[in-house]
């Protein structure tokens, strides 16, 4: 059974980082990229960014109201993806939910789809 | 950047009933790469839908995704209490960012 485990949240100060972790069971994690989703409370799904696995490159996408903050890394030898976020402000309060990210390649071009997601983790940005 | 619009935002129906939710693409969406999600309250989003058709394990049959370009179609049957929730749809055949739809709530 797929399993993700979403850690790491938290009440930070604006301006402040944190290191959000997901830790993965159930697969063969270095075969699979991993993404990150965001909830604000009372809110719809924001797509915060993916790693790729290292067979397609380990690189990385992130949406633009997070780039150059935040920064997704994976650990493979222990199962473990990272969302780090830097300079955080009181807009990236949400809840943080780690998922699998499916490789679908189709007449050259891929995209990615999460079909097993983790229960999230909370983050409030607030002095 | 494709923006997805759902509609309607609200749905209100009655249990045995048909319900039909759209997602509407600014662009067309590449290979139709649209997927749909369910979230009940207080918990994670579930994968319903991939590829704007294809059922994701333990999707029941009632579920049904259609459509193509820049119109999909979430299609639920005959309505079950636990399908009362909020359905998302999100293109996944662009570039990144793979957007998300600002979500249907379907209530009794």
């Known amino acids: 059974e797929v399993q993700l485990v979403e850690s790491g949240g938290g009440l930070v100060q604006p301006g402040r980082s944190l290191r959000l972790s997901c830790t993965a069971s159930g697969f063969t994690f270095g075969d699979e990229a991993m993404a990150w989703v965001r909830q604000a409370p009372g809110k719809g799904l924001e797509w915060v960014g993916f790693?790729?696995?290292?067979?397609?490159?380990?690189?990385?996408e992130n949406a633009a109201s997070v780039r150059g903050r935040f920064t997704i890394s994976r650990d493979d030898s222990n199962s473990i993806a990272y969302l780090q976020m830097n300079s955080l402000k009181t807009e990236d309060t949400a809840m943080y939910y780690c998922?699998?990210?499916?490789?679908?390649?189709?007449?050259?071009?891929?995209?990615?789809?999460?079909?097993?997601w983790g229960q999230g983790t909370l983050v409030t940005v607030s002095s | 950047e494709i923006v997805l619009t759902q509609s309607p935002g609200t749905l209100s129906l009655s249990p045995g009933e048909r319900a039909r939710l759209s997602c509407r693409a600014s662009q067309s969406v590449r290979n139709n790469y649209l997927a749909w999600y369910q979230q009940k309250p207080g918990q994670a989003p579930r994968l319903l839908i991939y590829g704007a058709s294809s059922r994701a394990t333990g999707t029941p049959d009632r579920v049904s995704g259609s459509g193509s370009g820049t119109d999909f179609t979430l299609t639920i049957s005959r309505l079950e209490p636990e399908d009362f929730a909020v359905y998302y749809c999100q293109q996944y055949g662009s570039s990144p960012p793979y957007t998300f739809g600002q979500g249907t709530k379907l209530e009794i």
């Open positions: 790693i790729r696995s290292k067979i397609h490159g380990g690189t990385t």
């Open positions: 998922t699998r990210a499916l490789y679908t390649p189709h007449d050259g071009w891929s995209g990615y789809y999460s079909d097993c």
